[in-house]
Nanobody, 125 residues
Framework: QVQLVESGGGLVRAGGSLRLSCAASGRPLGNYVLGWFRQAPGKEREFVAA????????YYADSVKGRFTISRDDAKNTVNLQMNSLKPEDTAGYYC??????????????????WGQGTQVTVSS
């Protein structure tokens, strides 16, 4: 079992920045891919970004490419999502997820086994 706990959400104005963190525990993350997904009211959950713990390769949705950066901190066993130039359409609940071995495709939420409780991000215009 992998436990995931998100933090760092909040309210920010358009153009601002937020940094989300996901603290992982329970198992070594060497063979895992850690991802961020988001879900707005009335919409389906969508992929945001992912990072392979072993290779450090990163993957992004087109809608956030160039604005969001995913990274990992080995010492703290956390995955971070730095979100810059935020837009009102980024408003959603953000969820951290873990997949054992590389999920194919990486954007498919069904490939992720473990999920955090989520943290709310609200961007005002």
């Amino acid at each position: 079992q992998v436990q995931l706990v998100e933090s760092g959400g909040g309210l920010v104005r358009a153009g601002g920045s937020l940094r989300l963190s996901c603290a992982a525990s329970g198992r070594p993350l060497g063979n895992y891919v850690l991802g961020w997904f988001r879900q707005a009211p009335g919409k389906e959950r969508e992929f945001v970004a992912a990072i392979s713990w072993n290779s450090d390769n990163t993957y992004y949705a087109d809608s956030v490419k160039g604005r969001f950066t995913i990274s990992r901190d080995d010492a703290k066993n956390t995955v971070n999502l730095q979100m810059n130039s935020l837009k009102p359409e980024d408003t959603a609940g953000y969820y951290c997820a873990a997949a054992y071995r590389f999920p194919r495709p990486v954007q498919d939420s069904r490939q992720y086994t473990y999920w955090g409780q989520g943290t709310q991000v609200t961007v005002s215009s």
